[in-house]
């Protein structure tokens, strides 16, 4: 019931594609869902989050996609670029100073 | 964003010492504070989670006595690696949990490369 289900665990997506990585979740009672991205060596970094009382929320080119009843949720990166190109983690939490329990992780490659 | 500051970034270290990792938060009150390890192309796994004041509480399987964490304030945890030994070579990071707004939200550290030869 802790685990947090991402695929794919990699992904090769051409410059200017569109990337996206899928996650599933069991716990009903998460209510916090955010998505890190961390290059090699570094540590992850908070992109974009959502709580489930909204459908999708969109930063730039990263949007979040959030099914409450099918316990899933989705990062689409718009544009890809070279740039994007790094190990993305989904992630859920419950209440305020619960714990991450975190996705397996994507590693995205764009071709440029 | 909120900075959450991580030293040393990468330490080598003989077998037999110990280490200390700090993880401070730099512009916010971190009440709670998440130390993890992550082996190379695998996830997070979560070690233990430490409140301000309070005594840390570690995951299954995490050997307390081997990794001692100490949150002395709001803004500074540490994580000590006792009698450190090659198996414990691994990628630790930690996290600090602020509050903004009506979302808790959670800053990474840059981590620290531990290598015990």
């Known amino acids: 019931q802790q685990q947090v289900k991402q695929s794919p665990q990699s992904l090769i997506v051409q410059k200017g594609g569109i990337s996206i990585i899928n996650c599933a979740y069991e716990?009903?009672?998460?209510?916090?869902f955010p998505w890190y991205q961390q290059f090699p060596g570094k540590g992850p970094a908070l992109l974009i989050a959502i709580r489930p009382d909204v459908s999708e929320k969109k930063e730039g080119r990263f949007t979040i996609s959030f099914n409450k009843s099918a316990k899933q949720f989705s990062l689409h990166i718009m544009d890809s670029q070279p740039g994007d190109s790094a190990t993305y983690f989904c992630a859920a939490s419950r209440g305020r100073g619960g714990k991450l329990i975190f996705g397996q992780g994507t590693e995205l490659s764009v071709k440029p | 964003g909120a900075v959450v500051s991580q030293h040393p970034s990468r330490v080598i270290c003989k077998s037999g010492t110990s280490v200390k990792i700090e993880c401070r938060s730099l512009d916010f009150q971190a009440t709670t504070m998440f130390w993890y390890r992550q082996f190379p192309k695998q996830s997070l796994m979560l070690m233990a989670t430490s409140n301000e004041g309070s005594k840390a509480t570690y995951e299954q399987g995490v050997e307390k006595d081997k990794f001692l964490i100490n949150h002395a304030s709001l803004t500074l945890s540490t994580l000590t690696v006792t009698s450190a030994h090659p198996e414990d070579s691994s990628f630790y990071i930690c996290?600090?949990?602020?509050?903004?707004?009506?979302?808790?939200?959670?800053?990474f550290g840059q981590g620290t490369r531990l290598t015990v030869v």
């Open positions: 716990n009903t009672a998460f209510d916090y």
């Open positions: 996290s600090a949990r602020g509050t903004r707004g009506d979302t808790g939200w959670t800053f």
